[in-house]
């Protein structure tokens, strides 16, 4: 449930949009400014694969007019994309501090590429198999490292700012290829892009080790969400994803052509709902999410009947796209939730191969709705979205994971943490300082908490090393911990 309340205090209701506006604009720098590595690696690489395997444009232009068995080749693209998220989801479990050299699967989707050109027709199948396994490890490696040090309060915004960077990619593209540039050249630059996943990736992670900033898998757990009903979560994931997996076939074949304005209409809302999202998943919901993307999806499916032409084109990609861009942002980020320590790569895995299944399901059975949606399109598409509604039945109920203030941390360690801070001999604002660290808080949440500037926070921080004999925060936090879960506490 949304409170009021917190449109004011986070400052989403001023006397000027303006102030706002700049507000927002100075969190998603400091979320790129603290994860560009992240941002930039994930941006490239799904763009690349936004842009070719994933029917992307350029996947289009490789088959158009050969004979290729185009559903064959997205069969086993997504078959090989559930295996590589699966099975290295679960080696993660077991060698997660090597989990982010499994990046380098990048460097195969490059030469795959590059070369499938002079690749005879009846081999791509194969080639799209290995494409897909190749990717799922990239994209449990890079989740690992995102789940692990990246705060819950930023989570968001940091996800979105990549999500946007690749359907920027994927919309640049689109635009070169409607507008008759060298399918080759794009092909192969779209693809050297993803190389950027595991420079950056292993460059964050290495950064990472030498100023041992990773969370300890005792802190992640106090992060991560305490709820029975995370199954509901992978049965909602599962349930929209195949409705729009579904339908996809049956919605193109009764939207119009995209000409003039409608070509480049497109990405639009995606993009723009994307920043919207990052909004709620950090300063107000998680969850919110989830049920204003499956509203929208539902308004979409059922709308399409209603209108024709290039509106009609508007209205799908206003709501029913647009709706994914809700989804999307809601599955990345409450899977880091709700996962903590060597579950991390295990939890992705099992949520993102749900995701991949579903999309493969409306696959196969794409050809049997398009022959229903011939005889009764307006029943089918109003039945598709009467089924996005009832996907909020699994959601609707899961607990808010958004769960990292300070009553967090009492709950978890009881009334034991005030004399431990208190054995430090720190003064109450350096205690709060405290209480925020081993709460997860990164520093700009903890300035917004404690509306102090940078250089006050600075202090405080070196004060409390002082007092409590350690050299950083991971430090800290441990000797709180390890204080915490002593046999004589």
Known sequence: MLRGENFHSRGFISSTGKHSFSEEFRKFATAFSLHWPLILSIGFFFGWLLSFPMQ??????????????????????????????????????????????????????????????????????????????????V?????????????????????????????????????????QAGFNLLLKASSILSLSMPVFLIYRYRRMV?????????????????????????????????????????????????????????????????????????????????????????IGFMAVGLFTGSLQLVVIQTFLVGGYAFLDAFTWIIAADASGGRKIPLFYGAVLGTNILAILAGVLLCERIAELAANSEILTISLAGILAFVSLAFIIRLKESRNYEVPTVNNLISDSLEPIISKFGLTPRESEVVKLLVAGAGTQDMLEKLVIAPDTLKSHLRSIYHKAGVRNRLELIMAVMNDCNRPDK
């Open 56 to 137: 992307g444009p350029l996947f289009w232009v490789m088959v158009q007019g050969g004979d290729v068995n185009q559903v064959l080749l997205t069969t086993m693209l997504l078959s090989g994309l559930i295996l590589g998220l699966v099975s290295v989801g679960l080696a993660g479990y077991f060698l997660r501090q090597s989990l982010v050299w499994f990046s380098l699967g990048a460097i195969p989707c490059i030469a795959i590429s590059c070369l499938i050109s002079g690749v005879a027709e009846d081999s791509w199948w194969l080639i799209f198999f290995i494409l897909g396994i190749c990717s799922g490890a």
């Open 139 to 179: 994209i449990i490696s890079w989740a690992n490292v995102f789940a692990s040090t990246v705060s819950p309060s930023q989570r968001g915004r940091t996800f979105v700012l990549g999500a946007v960077l690749s359907n920027l990619v994927l919309y640049l593209v689109t635009i070169l290829i409607y507008n």
């Open 210 to 298: 030498i100023n041992n900033r990773f969370a300890s898998d005792k802190i992640i757990r106090t992060l991560q969400v305490k709820s029975r009903g995370t199954w509901k979560f992978i049965f909602f994931v599962f349930t929209i994803y195949a409705v729009g997996g579904l339908m996809y076939a049956v919605v193109g074949s009764l939207s119009s052509p995209s000409t003039g304005f409608s070509s480049y209409y497109g990405l639009i809302p995606y993009i723009l709902f994307l920043f919207l999202a990052g909004i709620l998943a950090d300063d107000i919901s998680r969850r919110s999410n989830a049920i204003i993307g499956a509203i929208s999806v539902g």
